[in-house]
């Protein structure tokens, strides 16, 4: 289980922003990951998700992409 927080931050007054999110493992994206949120014009969300990982190896790596 990988656990994570971000807060994202949308400092243009003038429309909203989206911001992707999504996991990679040894360098390759993980189908069906991306998680998306949506900040309003001048406004800061925080999110949070949870990646369940059915298989991993001691040499395998994840990385979080945006």
């Given at each position: ?20 999110v999504w996991?990679?493992?040894?360098g ?6 991306m ?8 406004d ?23």
């Open positions: 289980n990988l656990q994570f927080s971000v807060q994202v931050n949308n400092a243009d007054n003038g429309s909203d922003h989206v911001a992707y996991l990679r493992k040894n390759v994206d993980v189908a069906g990951s998680g998306r949120i949506t900040v309003a014009k001048n800061a969300v925080i999110g949070g998700w949870n990646y369940l990982v059915s298989s991993a190896n001691t040499t395998d790596y994840f990385n979080l992409f945006h």
